[in-house]
């Protein structure tokens, strides 16, 4: 492993290679290609960076290719002379590598006419093909009479072409070096091959060059040097490793820029053409996306390694990359500084190959630092900050299929689509001056070492036929579309929509089971004993011997957990909030022998507390779950067979009944079970899956029909059961079979268990109650096909169906995403690894579609076509509420990913509800706070300070104003203020104790001044009043010794209330008489 350096050095030195590739490009020799990993990557959540969705460029020229050696066939036909790779295939040196030839491949030589009905069927604009030297001269030297057959095939074929206004763009040499060549020179070992391809191209100009435009010189000659002389992989099959690969390469620039030269010379002046040579590499990234200062070194010269080779001397300085010098030294051929200039600027624009084969190879070359990954945006980019703004054409774009595939190449679809837009945001966005794409390959060939196993055609071919038809691929049919479209137009149904949600809309949070805290945070809950503090000064706490106080019953208020949790809460703006019990932890026993009392008790100060707050609660019942043991059921009810045994049944609703009893009036809406289509998954055989589904709803329907009985009149709360219910695409959009998979997948997954408790839209009532006949007839047909007595699926009785009919209040749906679905692949291997699910179907996903860590697709649309697809079945009368939705994302705090999902996700549910007319009327993010690490909280975990994400900041936003009105205001309708956090009351909180000490320290010291204050007042008035006294006897009395006296007790008189005391009162009012 290498020593990494501090983080702070760290960014110094990125931020340092960073500016002195912007200041100077000298300081970057030769290029800035680097930068591309020192930039931080497009975010995939920005608008149109993950799709794009536009148009190319007026006249973009749109192509598809072949070479001669993989197609043409009639390797030995009208005077054709033999190919390295003709040898290759016929001799031992490939026997190991591929048993097929390419004697008739696929007869293209013949059927030529049938590959341009293939193109006009594309409209593409060109068509890339290679002329066969040894075809047009079978000893390879041009300076010999051609082949007149071949070159007249080559004419009938360019001018069928122009006439059907498809541009020729014509390749010299595509790895099918005349064997005469290989075995008099040694093939480009020699030098004396540079003048004799020279030779050769020259002819090639003059014969045809006035009809052609585009000059290829030769197609990813880093493959010929190294499979064909480095490993032998490929014809001629030499093994000379590094040492015989480096010289092939030089040979082959040399040839390329001698050709260049000698059409820029004599023929350019005339025919007005442009000529290039393709090259071919792969990509890679740092692994984990890490951008450290070693990581981009060790990605910029894994690219010089492949790319940069070729590239460099053509495009750059006319040399090859110092990497390249530094590692092979002595071993590198050198250019004279003449030839340096000579090499130099021999291409008019770049033409690039972005293909499986070298990225087979380029997964060899990699350091552990480095992902190898097929991004052509990043490539494209790759070349613009390495070799200029040239004008480039991606002359190979595209994947290979396995040959068992046919023409039903659904993944291949997705690669093209990727790869396509790739380009156009590279266009678009990156400023590229990309003006032609070519699929590769137009037809089915001989894939080089790999024979006829894998394809890559647009048309297939059944090599095992004769006639060699041209059978269009599915692939070929959305490439056609994509030309028509010139692009990816934007579809009506993406722009967003402005609009508000109804004032009891459920803005809600979804939770699983809530995690039980049975005592309270303070000892005065459990501990009796009475102690003594600091009776010997030690600041300590000693117990009293012998004395035992009664403890005090706990509070809902004492729970500290509940206020906490409750608290971030109610900060996030939401309604309602939906949680789970926990079946085991309230009857262990799975029956009323033994109730968890305490358990109860803590769920209803949950919602008592929430009650307070004006928050609505959600209640799951069962909330089963992998992870958990028993899957959620009380020990003994799993030990007994779990939901295979109908006892759970009769379980579950007492269970219920429990609930409803002891907190059904607390609860606004019941949630029987979370999710039982999933909880089917983990079953392992056919039969079990539908048992368990059967007793999974007899248990709902059992549970709905007793509130329904005995609680409805009381409580007046709505009972449901969640479903998962990610929406199902037809994988291949050109296939009748993907679209039933797609049906198939959906009735599995949702009407399996809605169908018998509502019953579709269309069905007649007395069909109600039961499984849907789709999937009836379904698993009756694979149960013949697989000589099988019946079908696994369990039936209703007749009692059982009229419990079932109607036992829904509304539908609760969790969504999170979307899937491609096609028919399961039903062949031996796949029946040897893992048993095909019971609705016989593969999901995919496209590659196209952002996603999280997690692997989990964003896709808005999905959610709008879900919810029409159940509204669209069971009718608008029941509501639908989304109970769970939400998406992981791995940020700390600045969770951007789930800021988009959110956005992203409402938009298409206002549209669902505004434009279709779906009843929708509630959303649940999922969830409040991590457990962890961060991944789908809208809170970190209390390990990390429960601190709040970015995202609820878009959340209450969404919320206050109802939706995304056009106005951005705050929806004045709602029914209650939002609940903003307080910080003075966590503040308080934390100080609880501090507070307590400081209140009583401050009602101690208002009391002292209230005492003060009286006193005071009493003082001043006992003096006015003497001062009074005073004045009066002055005034016309005589002083008397006795007035002092009589004075004292009249004070004491008053107050001690003494009222008939004769002498006082007498002093009073008149004047001694003695």
Not at 34 to 42: E, G, M, N, Y
Not at 316 to 321: A, C, E, N, Q, S
Not at 493 to 514: N, V, Y
Not at 757 to 782: M, T, V
Request: charged share 20%; aromatic share 12%.
């Amino acid at each position: 492993m290498l020593d990494h350096p501090s983080p702070p050095l760290h960014l110094l030195s990125l931020c340092l290679l960073f500016l002195v590739c912007g200041v100077n490009k000298a300081a970057c020799s030769p290029g800035e290609g680097r930068r591309i990993w020192l930039q931080p990557k497009p975010s995939l959540f920005i608008k149109d960076q993950a799709f794009l969705h536009d148009n190319f460029p007026s006249g973009f020229l749109w192509g598809t290719g072949t070479s001669a050696f993989q197609t043409e066939g009639a390797w030995d036909q009208e005077g054709k002379g033999a190919s390295i790779w003709d040898h290759f295939t016929h001799s031992t040196a490939g026997r190991d590598l591929a048993t097929e030839t390419a004697n008739v491949a696929s007869d293209s030589y013949t059927r030529w006419e049938k590959d341009v009905e293939a193109l006009d069927y594309l409209g593409v604009r060109s068509y890339s093909f290679s002329l066969s030297w040894p075809r047009l001269f079978p000893d390879g030297d041009a300076k010999n009479p051609p082949n007149q057959v071949a070159v007249e095939h080559y004419n009938r074929l360019i001018e069928k072409l122009l006439e059907k206004k498809i541009e020729p763009v014509v390749t010299l040499h595509h790895w099918d070096l005349p064997q005469a060549l290989q075995e008099r020179h040694g093939g480009w070992r020699n030098e004396t091959l540079v003048g004799l391809f020279e030779e050769y191209a020259a002819f090639c100009f003059h014969t045809f060059g006035s009809r052609v435009k585009f000059w290829l010189t030769m197609h990813n000659p880093y493959l010929v040097a190294v499979q064909g002389y480095g490993t032998g992989v490929h014809a001629p099959g030499e093994t000379e490793g590094s040492a015989g690969s480096l010289i092939v390469a030089h040979n082959l620039i040399r040839a390329h820029a001698k050709t260049w030269h000698t059409y820029n010379t004599h023929f350019r002046p005339v025919q007005k053409g442009q000529i290039s040579i393709v090259l071919g590499s792969h990509w890679v990234e740092p692994q984990r996306g890490i951008a450290t200062v070693d990581n981009v070194e060790f990605c910029q010269q894994s690219m010089e390694a492949v790319l940069g080779w070729f590239a460099n001397p053509i495009f750059g300085d006319g040399d090859y990359p110092v990497s390249l010098k530094v590692k092979h030294r002595a071993l590198l051929p050198s250019f004279s500084p003449e030839e340096k200039l000579w090499v130099q600027n021999t291409a008019d624009f770049f033409a690039l190959s972005f293909g499986p084969n070298n990225f087979r190879l380029g997964q060899g070359i990699v350091r552990n630092e480095q992902t190898v990954t097929p991004d052509l945006r990043r490539i494209l980019s790759w070349i613009k900050h390495e070799y200029g703004d040239l004008r480039v054409m991606v002359a190979e774009g595209g994947w290979f299929s396995e040959a068992s595939v046919g023409r039903e190449d659904t993944v291949a679809i997705y690669l093209m689509k990727r790869f396509i837009n790739q380009v156009l945001q590279a266009v678009k966005l990156d400023d590229m001056k990309v003006f032609g794409y070519f699929s590769w390959s137009l037809v089915d060939g001989f894939e080089w070492n790999y024979g006829f196993s894998v394809r890559r055609g647009l048309f297939y071919i059944d090599f095992n036929q004769s006639n060699r038809t041209r059978i269009p691929k599915t692939s070929a049919q959305y490439y056609r579309g994509v030309i028509t479209d010139n692009g990816f137009p934007r579809d009506e149904t993406s722009k967003e929509i402005q609009g508000r949600f109804p004032c009891e809309f459920h803005w809600g949070i979804a939770d699983s089971t809530l995690q039980v805290h049975f005592y309270p945070f303070s000892p005065q809950f459990t501990d009796p004993h009475l102690y003594t503090w600091n009776l010997t000064g030690d600041n300590s706490l000693h117990p009293v011997p012998g004395v035992m106080m009664p403890t005090t019953p706990a509070q809902c208020t004492d729970y500290l957990a509940i206020r906490s949790h409750l608290r971030l809460f109610a900060s996030t703006g939401t309604s309602h909030y939906s949680f789970a019990l926990n079946w085991s932890l309230i009857l262990p026993q799975g029956d009323r022998s033994y109730v968890n009392a305490e358990g109860l008790r803590y769920y209803r100060c949950i919602l008592t507390e929430l009650k307070k707050l004006d928050l609505e609660a959600v209640v799951i019942l069962y909330y089963p779950t992998r992870r958990a043991p028993n899957l959620g059921l009380p020990g003994p009810l799993y030990a007994s067979g779990g939901w295979l045994n109908y006892t759970t049944v009769e379980a579950f609703q007492d269970y219920a009944a429990l609930c409803y009893q002891q907190l059904g009036s607390l609860v606004s809406y019941w949630i029987t079970i979370n999710e039982p289509n999933r909880l089917v998954d983990l079953f392992s055989s056919e039969t079990e899956k539908h048992q368990a589904a059967h007793n999974l709803l007899l248990s709902h329907a059992k549970a709905w029909r007793l509130y329904e009985s005995e609680y409805s009149d009381r409580h007046t709360a709505k009972v449901s059961l969640a479903l998962h219910a990610d929406w199902a695409e037809p994988a291949n959009p050109f296939l009748e079979s993907h679209s039933e998979a797609a049906q198939r997948f959906l009735l599995f997954e949702l009407g399996r268990f809605l169908d018998p408790l509502l019953g579709a839209k269309d069905e007649e009532q007395h069909h109600r109650g039961d499984y849907p006949r789709e999937i009836k007839s379904y698993l009756e047909n694979k149960a013949q096909v697989n000589n099988l007595s019946g079908s696994p699926l369990p039936n209703f009785t007749k009692t059982e169906k009229e419990e079932m009919r109607g036992s829904l209040s509304f539908i609760a749906l969790n969504h999170y995403t979307t899937h491609l679905v096609s028919p399961y692949p039903y062949t031996q291997a796949n029946f040897q690894h893992k048993q095909p699910p019971d609705h016989g179907c593969l999901t995919l996903t496209d590659p196209t579609w952002p996603s999280s860590r997690m692997r989990q697709a964003l896709v808005p649309w999905g959610l709008r076509k879900i919810l029409n697809w159940v509204s669209q079945r069971y009718g608008g009368a029941l509501p639908i509420i989304l109970t769970a939705s939400g998406v992981d994302d791995q940020a700390a705090v600045e969770d951007k990913l789930r800021q988009y999902f959110l956005r992203s996700y409402l938009q298409e549910a206002l549209k669902a509800r505004h434009l279709d007319g779906v009843n929708l009327q509630g959303f649940y993010l999922w969830k409040l706070q991590d457990q962890h690490v961060p991944r789908y909280g809208l809170f970190t975990s209390t390990q990390h300070n429960s601190k709040a994400k970015a995202s609820i900041t878009v959340y209450r936003e969404i919320i206050t104003r109802g939706g995304f009105p056009e106005d951005n205001t705050t929806q004045i309708c709602r029914l209650r203020e939002q609940h903003e956090p307080c910080s003075v009351c966590e503040w308080m909180l934390k100080n609880k104790a501090l507070l307590v000490f400081g209140g009583c320290l401050l009602i101690t010291a208002v009391m002292a001044l209230f005492l003060f204050v009286i006193l005071t007042k009493r003082n001043q008035i006992r003096v006015r009043r003497m001062k009074k006294i005073k004045r009066r006897n002055e005034g016309g009395y005589s002083p008397v010794s006795t007035k002092q006296p009589c004075l004292d007790q009249y004070s004491l008189v008053r107050v001690g209330s003494v009222k008939h005391d004769p002498v006082c009162v007498s002093a009073a009012n008149h004047a001694p008489s003695w």
